[in-house]
């Protein structure tokens, strides 16, 4: 077997190899129980911030548990309870941009039960 065809066997087996690597590689996905503690995290955050009054650094702090909140998935009745939960977060940024921090007070701290008592649906 000559050199050259040697190296491009070679290339090909390298480039193959690279190929199915990448194509099965399965994408890491952090625990349910560190996401709902970042997703705390956040939600205190907000809390911490009402007395400020800055509804824009509120309605930052709800919108990142949101999304951090997106990440969780299980199974359907997971999911559902979940989805519902996140809907009581987007109440309460809507409060915050209405200027209403009683109310979104309020339906932080629903959320913040309503993240709590996910694990339980899994």
């Known amino acids: 077997?000559?050199?050259q065809k040697m190296f491009v066997a070679f290339a090909l087996f390298l480039s193959l190899l690279g190929f199915s690597g990448s194509t099965f590689a399965k994408e890491v996905k952090?625990?349910?129980?560190?996401?709902?503690?970042?997703?705390?995290?956040?939600?205190?955050a907000a809390l911490d911030a009402l007395p400020s009054g800055n509804a824009q650094?509120?309605?930052t702090h709800?919108?990142?548990?949101?999304?951090?909140?997106?990440?969780?998935?299980?199974n359907y009745k997971f999911e559902f309870e979940r989805d519902k939960v996140v809907l009581k977060l987007k109440k309460s940024r809507?409060?915050?941009?209405?200027?209403?921090?009683?109310?979104?007070?309020?339906?932080?701290?629903?959320a913040k039960e309503g993240f709590?008592?996910?694990?339980k649906y899994q």
């Open 1 to 3: 077997m000559s050199f």
């Open 30 to 44: 952090k625990p349910i129980p560190e996401i709902l503690k970042e997703v705390d995290v956040k939600i205190q």
């Open 57 to 59: 650094e509120i309605a």
């Open 62 to 74: 709800i919108k990142d548990a949101s999304e951090i909140a997106s990440e969780l998935s299980a």
């Open 94 to 110: 809507e409060l915050v941009k209405k200027s209403d921090f009683a109310g979104a007070e309020q339906e932080l701290k629903t």
């Open 116 to 119: 709590a008592n996910l694990p």
